[in-house]
């Protein structure tokens, strides 16, 4: 079991990463065409991204072990549905490495939550 400290060393750390990665695809967005298709996306993505680190800002608020669960899960849902943002563009678009390395950190991300939310079943089911 983790220490409040530690507790709150990783929640930071996240809170953190969800940000800086939010950052990193407006950054993204601003270097690609702005057709039309594409700015529709672009604000699908960008309000996916930023809810992100928005929810798990309030997951690091939680009251209960389920209200932490149910946050997590809209963590997932809101990383989950980035992926599929920028899955779509990079099939509409030249984008480069980019892309694909924002690609790669919004799949660890739904990794870690994933891992975050089965951790907290499992100890919620020992109680």
């Not at 950054?27 to 065409?33: E, G, I, Q, R, Y």
Request: aromatic residues 6%; positive net charge; hydrophobic residues 40%.
């Amino acid at each position: 079991m983790l220490s409040g400290e530690e507790k709150f060393t990783k929640g930071t750390a996240l809170k953190r990463r969800t940000k800086k990665f939010a950052l990193d695809v407006i950054k993204f967005c601003d270097t690609l065409p702005k057709n039309q298709e594409i700015r529709v996306m672009f604000g699908q993505l960008i309000r996916s991204v930023s809810s992100v680190g928005a929810n798990y800002r309030s997951v690091c608020r939680g009251r209960s072990r389920a209200d932490f669960i149910s946050k997590m899960s809209l963590v997932e849902e809101e990383a989950d549905e980035t992926v599929y943002w920028l899955e779509l563009i990079e099939e509409l678009s030249d984008t480069g490495g980019e892309l694909l390395r924002l690609k790669v950190e919004a799949h660890e991300l739904v990794a870690i939550v994933v891992a975050s939310k089965k951790t907290a079943r499992r100890q919620a089911s020992k109680q």
